[in-house]
């Protein structure tokens, strides 16, 4: 994208076409940032994904808009694309900041310095209402902060458009930094807030269209957004490499760099002590020649794209289980997968509609609205089975004219433990009161990778090391595997459990999951073992007690 020359220093306010092409660059800029804002997480962990759900979200919000001739029309189909593509819980929020910007921008034909300050205003107070219990050193002061900033530069004399809107972007930047100082969490992480620094980036990309400056941001990547079920497009081909890289002193953004111009769909993270790589492209052989000059190649997944696509599109056209005759009941329900195994567990214990989704490919309003229109019955439960699917599930009771309830499942086995407990011939509130009843007996831990060295509630993490979560929150990190499964294993009173399940990862062997299951059997002798393929990425083992 060009810089915008036709917007000019002289600009005393906007039509139509001219918000929208500033909301389409603000979209192209934090595209480009997106892999930065993702590293923001608090937690280490490989599926930071602020920034593309942000991106996602914004970049959907525009592509379907026509520049037509008022600022309030297009702030209008703005808000609704924004509402009905929003993904993940930052991408929801931004999707009321374009609301509230829209209710400020109504009735205007254009807009000035007044009306710029009006509707940030009504940005933040919509941004607020969207969150049941608002947190302040989140995007939420951030914009706050922003609007309030936009309103006393419009008290100087001879403010302009511009002048409103740079100090705007500069009252964002000065809030996120001072995030760290209002949330414990961010101070002891080394990081800013992710869903600010996006909120930041909208605005200044904004800002740059208006001055007519560059969009091109050469030295960040964007970041590859990653999709549900089949994660390979039509046109993909060749072969799909993954694989982890560490050593000492690595030239992290020289290989990056390296790697990103050997193929496409690059999403590469990491330091100079530990790399994650996942990339497109032809020659697989010539991106491990090219690393392993630099340190030592780990867990090497090389896939045909072609065979890969072709398999699942047969798996997804063969009849299973799940797919003979359902039952005959008014209540639909719609469950969120994060893997293939989750999502043959749903479809088995009748869910009406499987959506693919959870960490690192949070689906948006729109994909979770359309699986519940298809079912027939007029009466929809969701299961969102990620806390950052929640928001996006909760939006779409405003879209239907479905009757929708939102169990608020914050992990896959949460959601088998609702379905577990789902009565065909119960009525919705009894089900509701069932099922939510049920998620509560669960403890899930989750096992994966540190991507950098962090301080969370206590715990200490390098890079590269085995970290372990209980129910969402960070509790254990060390160089060995199994020493982190076996103090999860203790936090979880197995002693008053009478069901474990090892849901095991796409990149973790049948073979593995099932000697662990055997470990856990040996040390917990009255505890009922059970493995089953969830096919997550990243997260080598899912445990469910219960």
């Not at 400020?104 to 034909?109: A, D, P, R, S, V």
Request: proline share 4%; hydrophobic share 45%.
């Amino acid at each position: 994208m060009e810089s915008q020359s036709s917007a000019g220093q002289n600009t005393t306010s906007w039509d139509g076409p001219q918000l929208l092409a500033a909301f389409r660059a603000a979209a192209h800029w934090l595209e480009q940032h997106a892999a930065e804002v993702n590293a923001l997480n608090v937690f280490p962990v490989p599926d930071g994904d602020t920034g593309t759900n942000m991106s996602l979200t914004l970049s959907g919000a525009t592509k379907d808009v026509s520049a037509e001739t008022s600022v309030a029309a297009v702030a209008e189909r703005v808000k609704y694309w924004a509402m009905m593509r929003g993904r993940g819980n930052s991408g929801i929020i931004l999707s009321q900041v374009l609301r509230g910007l829209a209710q400020g921008l109504e009735g205007h034909t254009r807009m000035g310095a007044p009306e710029l300050a009006a509707a940030l205003h009504q940005a933040s107070l919509a941004a607020y209402r969207a969150v049941l219990k608002p947190v302040e050193g989140t995007m939420l002061t951030v914009m706050r902060e922003a609007s309030e900033a936009a309103t006393a530069a419009l008290a100087v004399p001879q403010a302009t458009l511009i002048s409103v809107l740079a100090a705007t972007v500069e009252g964002a930047r000065a809030s996120v930094d001072r995030t760290p100082t209002l949330l414990k969490t961010l101070r002891d992480a080394g990081v800013v807030d992710s869903g600010g620094e996006g909120l930041f980036l909208v605005l200044e990309g904004m800002l740059r269209y208006a001055r007519g400056e560059s969009l091109e941001y050469t030295t960040a990547e964007p970041a590859a957004a990653m999709v549900f079920d089949d994660i390979h497009g039509p046109d993909d081909f060749g072969y799909c490499a993954n694989f982890i890289l560490r050593g000492q002193g690595m030239p992290y953004e020289q290989i990056r760099a390296t790697l990103a111009g050997m193929g496409q769909s690059a999403v590469i993270v990491g330091d100079d002590t530990l790399i994650k790589a996942h990339i497109h492209l032809l020659r697989p052989g010539e991106a491990l020649n090219y690393v392993v000059d630099f340190g030592a190649l780990e867990q090497i997944e090389i896939t045909n794209m072609d065979v890969q696509r072709e398999q699942l599109h047969q798996q997804a056209a063969t009849p299973t289980p799940a797919e003979q005759p359902t039952l005959d009941t008014t209540i639909g329900v719609v469950a969120v997968a994060p893997g293939p195994g989750f999502a043959t567990l749903f479809r088995n214990l009748q869910a009406g509609a499987v959506v693919g989704g959870g960490q690192t490919m949070n689906p948006s309003t729109e994909d979770l609205l359309a699986a519940i229109e298809q079912l027939p019955q007029n009466e929809v439960i969701v299961l969102p089975n990620n806390s950052n699917v929640i928001m996006a599930a909760r939006q779409t009771a405003s879209l239907s004219q479905k009757q929708i309830e939102v169990l608020p499942t914050k992990t896959a086995p949460q959601g088998i433990a609702a379905m577990l407990s789902f009565n065909y011939q119960a009525g919705l509130a009894e089900n509701i009161r069932a099922m939510s009843s049920a998620m509560q007996q669960i403890h899930t831990a989750e096992v994966t990778t540190a991507v950098r060295d962090a301080a969370v509630d206590g715990v200490e993490v390098r890079a590269g090391q085995t970290i372990g979560l209980l129910d969402g929150d960070l509790v254990a990190a060390n160089d060995e595997r199994q020493a982190v499964i076996n103090d999860l294993l203790g936090r979880m009173n197995l002693d008053d459990c009478e069901i474990l399940t090892v849901y095991y990862g796409a990149d973790t062997s049948a073979d593995d999951a099932t000697a662990l299951s055997e470990q856990i059997e040996a040390q917990f002798p009255e505890l009922e073992v059970e493995v089953q393929s969830g096919g997550q990425p990243l997260y080598e083992y899912i445990l469910s007690a219960e």
